[in-house]
T-cell receptor
Framework: AQSVAQPEDQVNVAEGNPLTVKCTYS??????LFWYVQYPNRGLQFLLK??????LVKGSYGFEAEFNKSQTSFHLKKPSALVSDSALYFC??????????????FGKGTHLIIQP | ETGVTQTPRHLVMGMTNKKSLKCEQH?????MYWYKQSAKKPLELMFV???????ENNSVPSRFSPECPNSSHLFLHLHTLQPEDSALYLC?????????????FGSGTRLTVV
């Protein structure tokens, strides 16, 4: 079975500093990896995904993520944090259901707080 | 708007009521999903539909009954719910069954069972 771990419940970063939100995964076969962001009382917004190709994936709002196969990690990064980046971030991996549509398995989420 | 619309946005219902959640997508996607998001728990996949056929029921209690009349619409019928069913219910869709092109989520329905 697939699983995703986000080891930090909360990450605090000063505005303008680089940020990293950690994610590790466990999956059989090649992983399809995703990052989503959720603002209060809203649904999930897609940030970026890794399917194949370059290990460094660039996404929305200046975010990027680095796929590391040997460490089974897919950490989310941004060079300079904004207060508006404060939200709940989810890492997810494609499920393999053996037929039909697969859906996603999510980590528990990490609250990112950017301090002015 | 993401292209996936969920109604209502908020719903309060008693344990003996019957209500339905609606999801509609105008993206031409073939697969649709229901997720449950409870406080302090990871998102849980509830149901999966591919070309309007249910392909997965992730051990969901029978008080939740999904319906997918076509590839653009997905319903979640609710009856005799429990207070622990209070959560944010999210609908999602994908162009293909494997999510190669990603998954698009709606804004969710905040359900409170009293």
């Amino acid at each position: 079975a697939q699983s995703v771990a986000q080891p930090e419940d909360q990450v605090n970063v000063a505005e303008g500093n680089p940020l990293t939100v950690k994610c590790t995964y466990s999956v059989s076969g090649n992983p399809y990896l995703f990052w989503y962001v959720q603002y209060p009382n809203r649904g999930l917004q897609f940030l970026l995904k890794y399917i194949t190709g370059d290990n460094l994936v660039k996404g929305s709002y200046g975010f990027e993520a680095e796929f590391n196969k040997s460490q089974t990690s897919f950490h989310l990064k941004k060079p300079s944090a904004l207060v508006s980046d404060s939200a709940l971030y989810f890492c997810a991996v494609r499920r393999y259901s053996g037929g039909g549509a697969d859906g996603l398995t999510f980590g528990k989420g990490t609250h990112l707080i950017i301090q002015p | 708007e993401t292209g996936v619309t969920q109604t209502p946005r908020h719903l309060v219902m008693g344990m003996t009521n019957k209500k339905s959640l609606k999801c509609e997508q105008h993206l031409g996607h073939n697969a649709m999903y229901w997720y449950k998001q409870s406080a302090k728990k990871p998102l849980e996949l509830m149901f999966v539909y591919n070309f309007k056929e249910q392909t997965e029921n992730n051990s969901v209690p029978s008080r939740f009954s999904p319906e997918c009349p076509n590839s653009s619409h997905l319903f979640l019928h609710l009856h005799t719910l429990q207070p622990e069913d209070s959560a944010l219910y999210l609908c999602a869709s994908s162009q293909d069954h494997g999510g190669t092109y990603g998954y698009t989520f709606g804004s969710g329905t905040r359900l409170t069972v009293v």
